[in-house]
């Protein structure tokens, strides 16, 4: 959570202040200037926000924003590189590492020349400073316009970080530059003001432990978590809460799930089942009951393949190198979608045993251990990786696809919707949440698809045994190409009642192993 213990980050812009005469401090700067004077100034902030600057008439933050830029762009070219950042923010006296000094300048580099014009300059500290307010209306929950000690512990206990007294107040101390003992803007934006934005652990935890909701599906990318998290065993909190709700969730929504498998095995163009149709099937050939074929095995699976994938996720962060508690969208792509495969790969004869068990007739195995021993007296160690391909390269797609949404759904909302809080609340997130989820499935569906024909293709009698590819161009001749997207229906009918049971037991198991809730 905290950089460093009992504080957020190095003390920031204290003497770059927000009228003219804080150029005083810094010779040769012209206070009305903004570097090239061919830039153009950035557009008329609202003046009852920022009051006009006593010296020169432009608003306080228009005036802050051109002499920060000056002061910075260390060599005078009108741009601001990395290396001026370095040299610039030293004289300021504050330190960053060159990975930040890179997220910033790649944040704001619109024309992607590696440097900040002041045009990009101000455009990402404005959005950066809107971010960094909705923050700080966030934690005041006085709403006086100060921050103060106990806000302090109360915000970071709501967020499962529990902090003494004496932490909190070297927190406040290190904001707190006239000696009130709270944090007002100024003092809050000065501190925070040249951090990557998505390094502002509150920011991140707002938009944390969203991705419990569990659809039946295993792909998703891990959830964060803070060392504080991990050392205080809150993250297992988390782990089991979010383990249980799935289970409930899966079991509450099997009969649609073994529909959809079934449909994808056994629907054609001349054997067209339909929904009404499918659980009549099931209900004729093995009553009530036979609606949960498949579901024990899906829900012991959870476990094992949590457990895998959050391990195999931590020990990719370190390998690709990164030092931050919440890494960047390119590098959580990358980092989940490999420790999905791993986790996959562990887990995968279960599957297996998932899919012939959705699909077994009235009798044909006595349970799971039944099942596991048939399939390798009669197939072999190898049919317990049948559709192994498709479905690691599902991953992929999904996982892409999921957090890409996600990011842009998330920033939307921040930049237009979001006015006195950065928490956007459980009904954001859960369409948030919702809609990326069912467009990455979406995506990696044909692939899902492929994978259960492969899993199912012995106990169809006679049936060939198709590779990947020679399946996929057999689907599409006979059936066309929506044959790739067989049980979408039934798979779509259950994201909504999974989402919502998921987060209800998420919610009350959380209680019950007393996770303090946003």
């Known amino acids: 959570m905290m950089h460093q213990q009992g504080s957020f980050v190095a003390p920031l812009l204290g003497e770059v202040s927000c009228q003219c005469r804080a150029a005083e401090a810094h010779p040769g700067v012209d206070p009305g200037g903004g570097g090239d004077p061919s830039s153009p100034p950035p557009s008329t902030p609202d003046c009852r926000r920022h009051p006009p600057c006593d010296s020169c008439g432009g608003s306080e933050q228009e005036h802050r924003h051109k002499v920060l830029f000056q002061i910075l762009d260390v060599n005078g070219d009108g741009g601001i590189c990395v290396n001026d950042l370095t040299i610039g923010l030293k004289k300021l006296g504050v330190h960053r590492t060159e990975h930040e000094l890179r997220k910033i300048v790649k944040a704001g580099d619109k024309d992607l020349d590696g440097q900040l014009d002041f045009e990009e300059f101000v455009h990402y500290l404005r959005d950066h400073e809107k971010k960094?307010?909705?923050?700080?209306?966030?934690?005041?929950?006085?709403?006086?316009?100060?921050?103060?000690?106990?806000?302090?512990?109360?915000?970071?206990?709501?967020?499962?970080?529990?902090?003494s007294e004496e932490q909190a107040e070297k927190i406040l101390k290190s904001m707190d530059k006239n000696g009130t003992m709270t944090i007002d803007w100024n003092e809050w934006r000065d501190y925070h003001l040249l951090h990557p934005a998505d390094n502002i652990p509150e920011i991140i935890l707002h938009w944390k432990h969203s991705t419990i909701f569990d659809v039946g599906e295993s792909?998703?990318?891990?959830?964060?978590?803070?060392?504080?998290?991990?050392?205080?065993?809150?993250?297992?909190?988390?782990?089991?809460?979010?383990?249980?709700?799935?289970?409930?969730?899966?079991?509450?929504?099997?009969?649609?799930?073994?529909?959809?498998?079934?449909?994808?095995?056994?629907?054609?163009?001349?054997?067209?089942?339909?929904?009404?149709?499918?659980?009549?099937?099931?209900?004729?050939?093995?009553?009530?009951?036979?609606?949960?074929?498949?579901?024990?095995?899906?829900?012991?699976?959870?476990?094992?393949?949590?457990?895998?994938?959050?391990?195999?996720?931590?020990?990719?962060?370190?390998?690709?190198?990164?030092?931050?508690?919440?890494?960047?969208?390119?590098?959580?792509?990358?980092?989940?979608?490999?420790?999905?495969?791993?986790?996959?790969?562990?887990?995968?004869?279960?599957?297996?045993?998932?899919?012939?068990?959705?699909?077994?007739?009235?009798?044909?195995?006595?349970?799971?251990?039944?099942?596991?021993?048939?399939?390798?007296?009669?197939?072999?160690?190898?049919?317990?990786?049948?559709?192994?391909?498709?479905?690691?390269?599902?991953?992929?797609?999904?996982?892409?696809?999921?957090?890409?949404?996600?990011?842009?759904?998330?920033?939307?909302?921040?930049?237009?919707?979001?006015?006195?809080?950065?928490?956007?609340?459980?009904?954001?997130?859960?369409?948030?949440?919702?809609?990326?989820?069912?467009?990455?499935?979406?995506?990696?569906?044909?692939?899902?698809?492929?994978?259960?024909?492969?899993?199912?293709?012995?106990?169809?009698?006679?049936?060939?045994?198709?590779?990947?590819?020679?399946?996929?161009?057999?689907?599409?001749?006979?059936?066309g190409p929506t044959g790739l997207y067989r049980g979408l229906a039934p798979n779509f009918m259950k994201v909504i009642p999974s989402v919502s049971i998921s987060y209800v037991v998420y919610e009350y198991l959380k209680i019950a192993l007393g996770v303090q809730s946003k």
């Open 132 to 163: 960094l307010r909705l923050v700080f209306k966030s934690l005041d929950k006085k709403n006086d316009g100060r921050i103060d000690l106990q806000e302090i512990m109360q915000s970071l206990g709501d967020l499962g970080v529990n902090i």
């Open 219 to 479: 792909l998703l990318v891990p959830d964060e978590f803070t060392a504080e998290e991990r050392k205080t065993g809150m993250l297992w909190r988390h782990l089991v809460a979010g383990g249980g709700a799935g289970a409930v969730s899966r079991t509450c929504t099997a009969p649609l799930d073994r529909l959809k498998v079934l449909m994808q095995v056994h629907a054609s163009k001349s054997n067209s089942m339909r929904i009404a149709g499918g659980f009549s099937h099931m209900i004729r050939e093995g009553g009530v009951r036979s609606l949960w074929r498949g579901n024990g095995i899906n829900v012991i699976k959870i476990a094992p393949e949590s457990a895998i994938k959050f391990m195999a996720y931590e020990q990719i962060k370190r390998l690709i190198g990164s030092d931050q508690e919440t890494l960047g969208i390119a590098e959580r792509l990358v980092a989940g979608s490999l420790a999905g495969a791993i986790a996959q790969s562990s887990i995968y004869p279960m599957e297996v045993l998932k899919t012939r068990l959705a699909l077994r007739r009235t009798g044909q195995y006595s349970g799971i251990m039944d099942c596991a021993k048939r399939i390798f007296h009669k197939e072999g160690v190898a049919a317990f990786y049948k559709g192994y391909a498709p479905n690691l390269l599902g991953i992929i797609p999904y996982a892409g696809i999921d957090l890409a949404i996600y990011e842009t759904l998330k920033n939307s909302w921040l930049q237009n919707f979001a006015t006195d809080s950065a928490d956007p609340g459980v009904f954001v997130l859960l369409a948030c949440g919702t809609t990326s989820s069912t467009c990455g499935q979406l995506a990696s569906y044909p692939l899902a698809l492929i994978r259960t024909r492969m899993q199912a293709q012995a106990t169809l009698e006679g049936g060939p045994q198709m590779s990947m590819t020679g399946l996929f161009r057999h689907i599409v001749r006979t059936e």
